[in-house]
Nanobody, 123 residues
């Protein structure tokens, strides 16, 4: 069981930037593709971005590809999501996830989930 802990969420204004982190103490972190999802109130959890085990492949949802950037630091067992130009519609709980392949994460095939961090964007 890989335990993932997100941080960095909060209340920001429209147009602001925010960087989310997802950390684990599990030494197998670099074995996994990692991804970010979000769930707005009353809506389903949706895919945002994924990154391969070595960072060589990244994939994004069309809705965020021009504003969000995923990255990872395997030496620190940490995943990041840089979010720029935040909009009210970005308000959601953001989850990190681990999986076998980045393309599998994009299809929703997740091995482990974090507990989520709230991002609230005021208009």
């Amino acid at each position: 069981q890989v335990q993932l802990v997100e941080s960095g969420g909060g209340l920001v204004q429209a147009g602001d930037s925010l960087r989310l982190s997802c950390a684990t103490s599990d030494p197998t972190f670099s074995d996994y593709a990692m991804g970010w999802f979000r769930q707005a109130p009353g809506k389903e959890r949706t895919f945002l971005a994924a990154i391969s085990w070595n960072g060589g492949i990244t994939e994004y949802a069309d809705s965020v590809k021009d504003r969000f950037s995923i990255s990872r630091d395997n030496a620190k067992n940490t995943l990041y999501l840089q979010m720029n130009g935040l909009e009210f519609e970005d308000t959601a709980v953001y989850f990190c996830a681990a999986g076998r392949m980045s393309w599998e994460l994009k299809s929703g095939k997740v091995s482990y989930w974090g507990q989520g961090t709230q991002v609230t964007v005021s208009s």
